[in-house]
């Protein structure tokens, strides 16, 4: 395992010195075979909603819907995850045709709408990732003491504060809050962190989606003639697949620190990968490959292992890879917000500690010029894949 030390004893390295020594042993071409995104996508859209229509129509005892909720919940997660490759060029579908099976995937996430998750994924993410603007970073103390937060969220989000309701529930109010927040924030054109700055066309559209994905989702409780027990299997649904969304999205990047200019930053002392087993892996689209996706976001999810294997070959002392439950392990000690780059603090002030894995100072980056033919080419072929709305 990378030892946290070493890496901050590093020199910094640029995205495109990365890419430069990585590409010419990888094949990021796209494949016939990498369709097979949405095959995944169909396949748990319709196991959620089978189950949910089986539900519906038929009288269950209540200690049922939870078991019938891991099922579904576990569906959720997948078809936004087929939807998130969708979004950044998989599949090599025509534009309308993406955009609808984007928008079908998304349908079971509540307040999760396609265009924002554009706008707040591949244009702002992707770009900022663990900067000042990215929608993604952990919040700072002051953001929390200003939303009046301190009280609560440190017993409701993944931290040391209150460990065992973190784990329990903070990973789907995490993905619950992020949502709304994005939702909220962008619809109402608030000017803050979670607002993407929409249109008025997308704003539309964002308001037609949200409105889609509502109208499912009453239409499933309302063919139940509104029963509780359904009201009880769509909560228990949306908690399990907000839970192990959130148990992959959290480890993403909260253990490492806060560039100041995320333009200069080090994406391998940003972000971090997860170690889980292949049948997983398979399942889950390859979601925990997370570095390799950042350095390549254009790239199928199935090329994504020879980009973790060309980097242990190449950047064994920098790349970050955890087995799963070590980074939840990790996350679960840590405070909450962030108070400097390389600082996290309860939410109190109390508790200052590292951050497991510390970002480069700003003054010591050292980013080497660019090959302008060699990054124009590795752009062209990332724009070519990624869809940008």
Known sequence: ??????????????RQTYRRTLAPELDLRPRGRDALVVVHLVAHVAIWLGVGLAVALHD????????????????????????????????????????AFVQLGWLPAIFATPTVQSRAHNQKHHKEENGRFDPDRRLTRGEILAAKGENVVPWIFPSSAHPVSGA????????????????AHSVFRTGQLYDVK????????VLAEGALSAATQL????????????????????????????AYIATNHLLCGLVPDASRS?????????????????????????????LFPGASYRALPQIRRALLRHYPERFVILTWGDALRRLLRSPIAISDANTLVHADGTGARRVDFAVHDEAEFRGLEPDATRDEALDSH????EVRS
């Open 198 to 205: 929409l249109s008025d066309a997308q704003r539309r559209r």
């Open 60 to 99: 269950w005892p209540l200690w049922a819907m939870p078991l019938f909720a891991l099922l579904s919940g576990h569906s959720v997660m997948v078809a936004a995850f087929a939807s998130h490759e969708l979004g950044h060029g998989a599949g090599r579908l025509p534009r309308g045709l993406r955009a």
């Open 382 to 385: 990332e724009l070519a894949l």
């Open 168 to 183: 329990l529930f903070g990973f789907a109010v995490s993905v619950f809050g992020y949502h709304t927040s994005l939702f």
């Open 1 to 14: 395992m990378t030892d946290p030390a070493s890496i901050r004893a590093l020199e910094p390295l640029s």
């Open 266 to 294: 080090d994406v391998l002392a940003t972000t971090v990968s997860l170690r889980v087993p292949k049948w997983v892996d398979v399942l889950h689209l390859h979601f925990s490959h997370h570095v390799e996706h950042h």
């Open 219 to 246: 239409g499933l409780l309302a063919a139940s003639g509104f029963s509780g027990a359904m009201a009880l299997y769509l909560a228990c649904t949306y908690f399990v697949g907000a839970s192990l969304a959130g």
